[in-house]
């Protein structure tokens, strides 16, 4: 059974530009999350999706938007790159509801802003 | 807000020895805790729950402690070995957070050989 797949891996981008990041769940998961990951943090909640709705949002700014599509799929998006959106962007899916049991996670975006 | 806290950030043990990781947790309604390892490169890996009505659940060569009393959640890793070496989360699960879960800062355990 396949895991849950991002990409890209890594990624460099320049102040001001954006990115998309792209996540498959293993399947027959509906639930989707995304976190960000910094050197010494935890992970810090993004956004939730279930069935294409979107369930559950983090304290972020709006520069950051996600959706997710009839197959699952997830993509995320992050709009006028700062340098503090360096970051590894961690995706995981589920069953159903993030908080009743295991989230799989992908190996993470790499995210790096210049 | 609620948080978790975890009371040392980095952890060194000699390998074969028995490993302690630490969790304090603040919302004494949360009703499940997870734990998840995430060693370098790679996404955190599940590793075992725990539901509140418990205060104690064993996997393999590790066992999760709740103590609701003090908000304290402890990971005990039986005979660590060198692949044990990572960063080990824990996570809440409180009542009013639409199911979504609290993260701890991460404590990493380093094996000394």
């Known amino acids: 059974k396949a895991g849950v797949t991002q990409t890209p891996r890594y990624l460099i981008k320049t102040r001001g530009q954006q990115v998309t990041l792209s996540c498959s769940p293993i399947?027959?998961?509906?639930?989707v999350s995304w976190y960000q990951q910094t050197p010494g943090q935890g992970l810090q909640f993004l956004f939730e999706?279930?069935?294409?709705?979107?369930?559950n949002k983090g304290n972020f700014p709006g520069r950051f938007s996600g959706r997710q599509f009839s197959n699952s799929r997830s993509e995320m998006n992050v709009s006028t790159l700062e340098l503090g959106d360096s970051a590894l962007y961690l995706c995981?899916?589920?069953?159903?509801?993030?908080?009743?049991?295991?989230?799989?996670f992908g190996e993470g975006s790499r995210l790096t802003v210049l | 807000g609620e948080s978790v806290g975890l009371h040392l950030p980095t952890l060194s043990v000699q390998e074969g020895d028995n490993s302690i990781i630490n969790c304090a947790y603040s919302?004494?309604?949360?009703?499940?805790f997870i734990w998840y390892k995430q060693e370098s490169g790679k996404g955190p890996q599940f590793i075992i729950d725990?539901?509140?009505n418990m205060d104690k659940r064993q996997g393999q060569r590790v066992t999760v402690l709740l103590n609701k009393t003090v908000k304290h959640l402890s990971l005990q890793i039986a005979a660590t070995q060198p692949g044990d070496s990572a960063v080990y989360f824990c996570?809440?699960?409180?009542?009013?957070?639409?199911?979504?879960?609290?993260w701890g800062a991460g404590t990493k355990l380093i094996i000394k050989p």
């Open positions: 995981a899916s589920s069953l159903s509801v993030p908080g009743t049991g295991e989230l799989f």
């Open positions: 399947s027959g998961h509906r639930s």
């Open positions: 999706y279930f069935s294409e709705t979107q369930r």
């Open positions: 919302n004494s309604a949360s009703d499940y």
């Open positions: 725990i539901r509140s």
């Open positions: 996570a809440e699960n409180p009542p009013d957070s639409n199911y979504q879960l609290i």
